[in-house]
Nanobody, 129 residues
């Protein structure tokens, strides 16, 4: 059974930093076709992809809104996915979720009809101006 548990959210002022973590179990991060991602959802808005990493190749992708501010990384030893968020803005305020999948498509999409994707319960990030 795949489980993901996010942590590290909180309240921060604009310009500050936070580091989110997602501890996972039951998921084989080294799968060549799989990916791990961070998504976020603000009140009244649709969920959007923020950052993605392909463990098999270490390729990383970022939404334009977070490029050069956020960094995704994967600790294979501790089975933990991280999101380092710097220069935070009020518009970064949202619930942040991590996701793990075995079959991924471009633009933060997933192949449907099979196992996954798997989601955590989320961690809240609030950035004040």
């Amino acid at each position: 059974q795949v489980q993901l548990v996010e942590s590290g959210g909180g309240d921060v002022q604009a310009g500050g930093s936070l580091r989110l973590s997602c501890a996972f179990s039951g998921y084989t991060a080294a799968s060549s076709s799989g990916c791990m991602s961070w998504f976020r959802q603000a009140p009244g808005k649709e969920r959007e992809g923020v950052a993605r990493i392909y463990p098999g190749s270490n390729l990383q992708y970022y939404a334009d809104s977070v490029k050069d501010r956020f960094t995704i990384s994967l600790d294979y030893v501790k089975n933990t996915l991280h999101l380092q968020m710097n220069y935070l803005k009020p518009e970064d305020t949202a619930m942040y979720y991590c996701a793990a999948a075995y079959r991924c498509l471009s633009d933060f999409r997933f192949v449907t009809g099979g196992p996954g994707p798997y989601w955590g319960q989320g961690t809240q990030v609030t950035v004040s101006s």
